[in-house]
């Protein structure tokens, strides 16, 4: 019992830095219209001030690799959550529009580090029998997150004056420093202990997750650094593979859409005639169906596999874009309607590609270059994030721009089901010492 509860608090705790991702994400969908108010800024501005944070993401997941290594996973995964703390209060109490961007690039550097950090630890601490649904934790605390946020708008927004993006933003503070403190009680990552060669504390730990023989892991362990020292290079001919999956793994992630909905929620529902109370209400729908079925994925992954949940999720995210374009496209149907596929698309999303990509790359690189590996995925995943977030309110300002982007989202999906089905590998099973 001593034993399991070990593993669970490091998994549960880590995996909080999600929570703070997922907030951090999606609550700028409520903010982003009283931060154009606010600061009266035009698209292009209002595109930049919603995206800087995913500008911070990008630095953050590049530069997560050095303290992860140096410092370990444990301490950075404490400055993460002073990061987000810091950068709540800022931005709920700047009026300087400068100040207010700082703020939120630094809490896009929490971002950015926590999605690199907090899976990889994750998946080393956890047993290969159950790292898909322990590093699954992570992707279901940013649902939930994500979910806490929409609800947070809502209530905010309906109760409170015109500075309620304030408050919006401001609250994240709460369950930052609450991370920042729980984070303490975790153990170290017994790979990152090997690798900076104390064996004897790897070996006490990797005891006290509970690893059915320690001694063996823990030579496995060390066999996979004592290699030739070229192997630490990530970008060489032998990583390759890994390298494009994980490329087109984090690109297909964002073309999907999912971000243009978690960003500009309440916005796309306005555009297609739902009054703004309600537009906030169903953007909250939004995360309860993105949690719920991220719960469902958790369960079927180290059952099913990763591959076919991307397969089956590939399906029902284009038939679910595809309705989407159609229906706004074809407005007098009804918008009340378009409530419907977005939420499939939301489900169809959680269940494969949101699940999986984090699971995916904290696996699929080898020990010597994991956290390199993890950095470059983060950093596709979070520069194609920064781009579509920033371009999205311009295209949404053209006639019919909402329409074209969503038919774009659904022409990528149908290129991802191609991929899932030709090129992607099962990884369900494998230690993190084998080769995919």
């Not at 202990?193 to 997750?209: G, P």
């Not at 407005?331 to 499939?344: D, K, T």
């Amino acid at each position: 019992m001593q034993l399991k509860r070990k593993l669970l608090i490091g998994a549960v705790v880590s995996s909080l830095g999600g929570l703070l991702f997922g907030f951090d994400t999606a609550v700028i969908s409520g903010a982003e219209q009283g931060l154009k108010a606010f600061y009266l800024l035009d698209n292009f501005a209002h595109g930049f001030t919603n995206s800087i944070a995913l500008i911070g993401t990008i630095i953050g997941a590049i530069f997560a690799f050095s303290p992860a290594q140096h410092l370990g996973r444990k301490k950075s995964l404490s400055i993460i959550g002073l990061f987000f703390g810091l950068s709540a209060l800022g931005c709920g109490l700047t009026d300087n529009w400068y100040l207010f961007l700082f703020w939120r690039f630094l809490g896009g550097l929490g971002v950015g580090a926590s999605s690199v950090i907090a899976p990889m630890y994750i998946s080393e601490i956890s047993p290969s029998d159950y790292r898909g649904r322990l590093v699954g934790l992570f992707q279901f605390s940013i649902v939930f997150g994500i979910l806490l946020a929409f609800i947070s708008n809502y209530f905010l927004k309906i109760n409170m004056s015109s500075d309620s993006w304030r408050w919006m933003l401001g609250v994240e503070a709460i369950p930052a420093f609450i991370f920042f403190g729980l984070v303490f009680l975790i153990p170290k990552s017994p790979r990152w202990l090997v690798f900076r060669k104390r064996y004897e504390e790897s070996f006490v730990i990797l005891k006290a997750l509970g690893e059915a023989n320690p001694e063996e892991r823990l030579q496995t362990i060390k066999g996979s650094f004592e290699q030739k020292k070229e192997q630490e290079k990530l970008f060489q001919r032998k990583y390759l593979k890994p390298l494009i999956l994980v490329f087109l793994m984090a690109t297909f992630n964002q073309f999907s859409g999912i971000n243009a909905i978690m960003y500009y929620a309440p916005r796309i529902f306005e555009a297609a005639g739902i009054t703004k109370d309600s537009a906030f209400l169903q953007a909250a729908s939004v995360g309860f169906v993105n949690m719920l079925f991220t719960i469902g994925a958790m369960v079927l992954i180290d059952k099913v596999g990763r591959r076919k949940l991307m397969i089956i999720g590939s399906v029902g995210m284009i038939l679910s874009l595809l309705a989407t374009t159609y229906l706004l496209n074809n407005r007098e149907l009804g918008v009340s309607f378009l409530i419907v596929p977005v939420l499939f698309f939301i489900a169809s999303f959680a269940f494969s590609q949101g699940a999986v990509i984090w699971v995916f790359i904290s696996e699929v690189f080898p020990n010597k270059v994991r956290a390199a590996g993890q950095s470059f995925g983060t950093f596709i995943h979070w520069c194609w994030a920064a781009a579509l977030t920033w371009l999205f309110p311009v295209v949404a300002g053209l006639a019919n721009g909402i329409t074209y982007a969503f038919g774009f989202f659904a022409l990528t999906m149908i290129l991802q089901l191609i991929f899932a089905i030709k090129f992607f590998p099962e990884t369900k099973g494998k230690s993190l010492e084998e080769d995919i």
